[in-house]
């Protein structure tokens, strides 16, 4: 078709060939082009520097395979439109990456597969912001990355605080994952537990798939509308936010509220996975009695039972007043319909 042609060290794709290059980034002008050229061999017999690579003959490469060009490897670009092409067809719904992908990565897929194919690639784009630590990029070299293993294993993180934290901010905008961050998660999940417990002292059970009722389902309607712009997270769990503080404003749930509250928690588990969790491996650091941290001269576990009691009287201030207390001593506390356990922070 004449989007391609060859030289001594390869066969590059002709970026001239396909008018629309540049439609996915934005990236037209010649400079910026220039810019994006990495990773390729100087070609002095190149069209364009910004002119990517099919393949490449190399037959010192440790990838080799013969071609009618000779000995060598496909290029970086083309291999992953192979692979899509091969198992998903000419057109793919949905095509993620993060934000480093865009270009000139994406953008040569986009070329070489709609000029073979003469259809769209992908219907959808999805690139995610690079994820910061404390203000800079997380990475190895700089020291500064968690592992989800690490935090939930060594930690004792709960899993739905880091979930929570993670897409507490769509993934179109970058992150700053902090502590802090994690603490306002496992504050949040705190009042979603309290919520659980009600529900449960209330019915007895969480058996029941509740019973839909305003304002609930439009606060869900309002979240799941939010889902549907583009993952717009951060108003979707504002959305649940509003609705934990509907059930807990009232201290004495009756069964018809309860049956409203649990329909909606339910719902929203199911569109954020937020409120209930799957992950059996997790276990908080309360297991071994000998590591029990002591506050003020009392372990965890009495000030835990302390605010069990006044939770039982509905002195609901104490109650707070003793996980605040706990939270600015370093400890986070999860309740679930199981019972209330503790993390460090």
């Known amino acids: 078709k004449g989007n391609a042609y060859e030289t001594p060290t390869g066969v590059y794709f002709d970026i001239s060939s396909f008018e629309e290059y540049g439609k996915l980034s934005g990236n037209t002008d010649q400079d910026e082009l220039r810019k994006g050229v990495r990773d390729v061999k100087d070609d002095d017999n190149k069209k364009h520097p910004a002119d990517f690579a099919l393949w490449k003959k190399d037959d010192k490469h440790l990838m080799q395979w013969y071609s009618p060009w000779g000995w060598g490897f496909p290029g970086w670009h083309i291999e992953c439109s192979v692979m899509a092409r091969a198992y998903l067809g000419d057109t793919i719904d949905l095509h993620a990456g993060g934000e480093d992908l865009r270009f000139p990565h994406h953008e040569c897929e986009v070329a070489q597969s709609e000029s073979l194919t003469g259809k769209p690639f992908a ?57 802090q961050t994690l603490k306002d998660a496992s504050n949040h999940l705190n009042r979603i537990g309290e919520c659980l417990k009600r529900i449960e002292e209330s019915l007895g059970s969480l058996d029941s798939d509740g019973q839909a009722a305003q304002p609930f389902e439009r606060l869900y309607d309002e979240a799941l509308k939010a889902m549907t712009d583009d993952l717009n997270t951060s108003v979707a769990i504002a959305k649940t936010l509003e609705g934990v503080k509907e059930i807990l404003r009232h201290k004495d749930l009756t069964e018809s509220q309860s049956e409203e509250g649990l329909w909606f928690l339910k719902k929203i588990n199911g569109l954020l996975g937020i409120v209930i969790s799957e992950y059996e491996g997790f276990r908080s650091q309360n297991t071994d009695p000998e590591e029990e941290p002591v506050i003020e001269g009392r372990p965890i576990s009495a000030w835990i039972e302390d605010r069990n009691e006044a939770r039982r009287n509905k002195d609901f201030a104490k109650a707070d007043e003793i996980r605040n207390a706990l939270s600015d001593s370093g400890y986070l506390l999860a309740d679930s319909p199981k019972g209330t356990t503790w993390s460090a922070s």
């Open 123 to 179: 219907n959808h784009w999805t690139h995610t912001r690079f994820l910061q630590v404390d203000g800079e990029k997380m990475s190895k070299s700089a020291g500064n990355f968690h592992t989800v293993r690490g935090m939930l294993e060594e930690q004792g993180v709960n899993p739905l605080a880091l979930r929570l934290a993670l897409i507490s901010v769509p993934y179109g905008r970058p992150l700053n994952f902090t502590m």
